[in-house]
């Protein structure tokens, strides 16, 4: 049932760009690629370069005029990668040759221990220095634990003392440490050494010229009408190589330009020479916490500012978007190494926040971590913090109108399919991602090794048949969630400024924010990740945090060591403004550049007890009537329907309640896969609270709607359409008689051959992909079988045998009754026919489908039910040529469980 509340993203609102690679291809590949995109809802892509052997020359621009002719004939728009080959930054090596004064520059330290005292001592600097290298500072400190804590007090800066290659300075008695400082082009990412460097505002106005100026000399008349933007991707600090390199306790060589000194040297420190040793050591006076909040302050604002800031800029000057993302996994978004600092700030230049789940979420994973090529993989940020925390960088910031952007599916392998793609969407979209960037449209030759699974593949992936079955539903959860109000309970503080002056290991290590927000979802409650630039902008108004469009019961502030004086002068006034403030894991113990830090007064809790407690001061808008952690629910308002988008995300276990909401009046569920309203079994909320609503649901203006998820499956709750007509959704319940159907012609055929079929020996259900079956088998596996429909069935449905143990049954169907076929267990997309007549498609369990009432008429003229159940794998049975697929479970081929026929 189509409606006007749900529909597929237009041209000016395209809800996917996926990459789509040039490798300077064919013209028939390349429009093949194009026009099976657009088969599939999908409107815009990303040009990306992977790489291309004439970027930014003839065969590059050549291939751009061809794609936009193309995007002219099929009404389809284009954004640019910004670079040759990801990540971005090095204006496909032209920088360096062009401009090496642009390129990255690090700061780095060396030292020379001694024990004074020692009256004539020297050290040799100079032969600490390599080619390239600058000598920015040497300073001195007596050592207070025979090994890397240092005597803040006695920290001095002897850069006087360097003459002719040495530094000459009378050791006084102790152990000291001699710290030679130095700038330095050699980072420790040497893939990234030739890049521009992000601190540097010319530097990174060099990258424009040589990338984006050239562009737009080409194609400005196009510039937002077919073009629509640029696309950044993964640019970074690139200073080391890593996910999790905490500033203080990673030795590495830390991001520099010129301005920094200038920068650091304004804070209440005053003259910050001396204390660039305990960038890298400890103190005994905790000083370094100063020291490091401090610099990581300052690059991350020029990472902001000088990168992404002006590319956006650009950007939007020239009528155009900035879109894409940074790293971000395993907290890389608050540190240095592949991270740009502060993931907010980074956000600020862009028009979309953006993110990327590439191999980063697996189906079921929902806590702990696992490994892949890339990383050891921490779930409780990936699955909880991620997405949350792009989602909340758009409903911040105006400018982004609420689009958070996923870049998605990539380097899982020929693995991944339709399947895992349904829940990681899923996954997004309960945590706010409206766009998808799909990772990626190859026009390559196959099998393309490259970060598969590609989704068309030049014809040989099996399931791209199935495509639109995915991309539809995708589309219709991105319209829900495509510029609208997000409506949460809680705010949850973002925790890098606190991560940045970890007093190690004297004190614990700041709180992450997913923790909090895992522990809030686990009990349906949404909210918003909240960076402190941004509270430090908000208000409260009756005892609601107000900032953007939300409106905040509460504010959760992660266990943080250290807090600017600025910061807790504002909480203080949030609090004396009646909001409702709340430290888990502890106060904070450390105010940077003043010292102790008394918050007397702040309440505090353990994260895992924020649910009940706010439950207790009725400050939850959604309640489940009973525990139930796989149950995820987030709140939008548009075109004045609320809609609440209710996700199971256990694939194994089916969840069942009452969801008690605050919106009233007519409640529908709608089925984004299938694109149906159904009645809801709705009760209003009483003052007695005898109706449903769960014993912590409070009393009147709430709403109590019975839900029934499967694994694997999604359904909003709706209210606000009066006009939609529907029938309650039809349930398995009450059907007490089945018929298993055991004898099967089975026939394969794969992508190369399809639909022309091979039959096979087989004649029952099993798992192909064993070794005695078809384990190298990628393509359909096609299920025929003949059920007799013995007796006189006409309209009144099909008649049994009358012993109940053949045809279908031992009593009439009754004719307005449903007959449903469940096939318990497949792999993976499942498409039915009965009679001839379609019975549907199913891309994850559960694969129930009912009988067409076309195909029952069918069989009361020829006496049999003729079933055709086609079930298609992934490539990874035939193609496993990456580096990626061993790292996966795989499934299995077939039908591996029962078929099976329910009916009155």
């Known amino acids: 049932m189509q409606t006007k509340q749900f529909h597929p993203g237009t041209q000016d609102k395209p809800y996917f760009i996926p990459l789509f690679w040039q490798k300077q291809n064919s013209r028939e590949a390349i429009e093949t690629e194009m026009r099976k995109m657009k088969a599939v809802g999908i409107n815009a892509f990303v040009a990306e370069p992977r790489p291309h052997p004439e970027y930014l020359e003839k065969g590059w621009w050549d291939d751009i005029d061809f794609m936009l002719e193309l995007c002219r004939e099929l009404d389809m728009y284009m954004y640019f990668f910004d670079d040759g080959l990801y990540p971005s930054g090095t204006a496909n090596g032209r920088l360096a040759q062009l401009y090496p004064e642009a390129t990255k520059r690090f700061i780095n330290e060396r030292h020379i221990d001694a024990a004074g005292p020692l009256p004539h001592a020297h050290f040799l600097v100079d032969d600490w220095m390599m080619p390239g290298e600058k000598l920015l500072a040497v300073v001195a400190c007596r050592r207070v634990d025979h090994d890397n804590t240092m005597a803040s007090d006695t920290l001095v800066d002897i850069t006087d003392h360097y003459r002719h290659g040495r530094v000459y300075w009378p050791v006084p008695e102790g152990e000291y440490r001699i710290f030679i400082i130095k700038e330095t082009p050699y980072g420790e990412e040497e893939h990234t050494r030739n890049y521009c460097n992000p601190l540097k505002r010319d530097a990174v106005r060099r990258y424009i010229d040589i990338v984006h100026e050239a562009h737009y000399a080409r194609y400005k008349d196009e510039f937002g009408r077919r073009i629509k933007g640029f696309f950044t991707d993964e640019p970074r600090f690139g200073n080391t190589i890593g996910y999790e390199r905490i500033i203080g306790l990673s030795p590495m060589p830390l991001p520099y330009s010129d301005e920094l000194p200038g920068l ?541 143990s053949g045809g279908i049954g031992a009593d009439c169907i009754d004719p307005k009754g449903p007959v449903f076929m469940e096939i318990t267990e497949a792999f993976e997309a499942v498409d039915v026919a009965v009679n001839g007549i379609p019975a549907g498609v199913k891309i994850t369990p559960p694969y129930v489908f009912e009988i067409p009432a076309e195909a029952l008429e069918a069989a009361a003229t020829s006496g049999m039910l003729e079933i055709r159940i086609d079930v298609t794998n992934t490539v990874v049975k035939e193609s496993h040529n990456n580096v990626f697929d061993p790292f996966f479970a795989q499934d299995g081929t077939g039908i591996a469980g029962k078929v099976v026929l329910r009916f009155r």
């Open 264 to 804: 650091l040297g304004k804070s209440p420190l005053g003259d910050f020479t001396k204390y660039l040793p305990l960038l890298w050591f400890p103190d005994d006076k905790g000083v370094c916490r100063d020291v490091r909040y401090l610099y990581m302050d300052v690059v991350s604002r020029l990472f902001a500012e000088n990168f992404t800031g002006q590319l956006g800029d650009w950007c939007r000057d020239h009528n155009v978007e900035l879109i894409g993302h940074v790293v971000e996994e395993n907290g890389a978004h608050a540190r240095l190494g592949y991270g740009a600092g502060h993931y907010f700030r980074a956000m600020k230049g862009l028009d979309m926040s953006g993110i990327d789940v590439v191999c980063n979420m697996l189906p079921g994973h929902t806590e702990g971590r696992y490994s892949t090529m890339f990383n050891y993989f921490d779930v409780d940020f990936n699955l909880w913090g991620l997405p949350k925390m792009a989602a909340s960088a758009a409903h911040v910031d105006p400018k982004k109108k609420n689009r958070a952007l996923c870049e998605a599916f990539g380097a899982y392998g020929w693995s991944e399919g339709l399947k895992a793609m349904k829940w990681i969407t899923d996954a997004m979209a309960v945590r706010g991602i409206g766009i998808l960037t799909p990772h990626a449209f190859s026009p390559d030759s196959f099998p393309d090794a490259d970060c598969p699974p590609h989704f068309y593949a030049r014809g040989e992936n099996p399931q791209f048949r199935y495509f639109d079955k995915w991309s539809h539903y995708a589309l219709r959860l991105s319209d829900a969630i495509y510029e609208a109000d997000h409506i949460a309970d809680a705010a949850v503080l973002y925790h890098a400024e606190g991560e940045w002056g970890t007093y190690f290991p004297w004190s614990r290590l700041a709180e992450p924010f997913e923790k909090a927000v895992r522990a809030l979802a686990e009990n349906q409650i949404d909210c918003d990740v909240v960076a402190i630039d941004d509270l430090l902008e908000a208000k409260v108004e009756k005892g609601l945090l107000k900032l953007g469009r939300e409106a905040f019961k509460i504010l959760i502030i992660p266990y943080t060591p250290s807090v600017t004086r600025e910061f807790l002068t504002k909480l203080q006034e949030f609090k004396a403004g009646g909001l409702n403030i709340v430290f888990t894991g502890g106060l904070p113990e450390h105010i940077y550049f003043e010292g102790d830090c008394d918050c007397g007064g702040f309440e505090c809790a353990a994260a895992a007890d924020i649910p009940a407690l706010m439950r207790e001061r009725g400050l939850c808008s959604v309640y489940f009537d009973k525990p139930a952690k796989d149950l995820i629910v987030t709140h939008y308002a548009k075109d004045g329907i609320d809609r609440y988008l209710i996700v199971n995300q256990n694939v194994n276990a089916r969840i069942s309640g009452a969801l008690s909401v605050r919106s009233t009046g007519r409640a529908l569920l709608y089925d984004a896969m299938e694109d149906r309203f159904y009645e809801a079994a709705q009760t209003a909320c009483g003052e007695a609270r005898e109706d449903g609503c769960g014993d912590a649901s409070p009393a009147g203006g709430y709403t109590s709607v019975k839900i029934e998820l499967e694994p694997w499956e999604s359904v909003f709750l709706a209210f606000g359409d009066e006009a939609t007509a529907c029938e309650p959704k039809p349930t398995l319940c009450g059907l007490d008689r089945t018929l298993e159907i055991a004898d099967w012609k089975i026939s394969v055929a794969n992508s190369r051959d399809f639909p022309a079929f091979t039959e096979t020996p087989f004649r029952s259900l099993c798992d192909l992909s064993l070794p005695e079956y078809l384990p190298d088998f990628t393509g359909t596996v096609r299920y025929e079988a003949s059920v007799p429909v013995p007796g006189g069935i006409g309209l009144r449905g099909i008649e049994a045998d009358g012993n109940g």
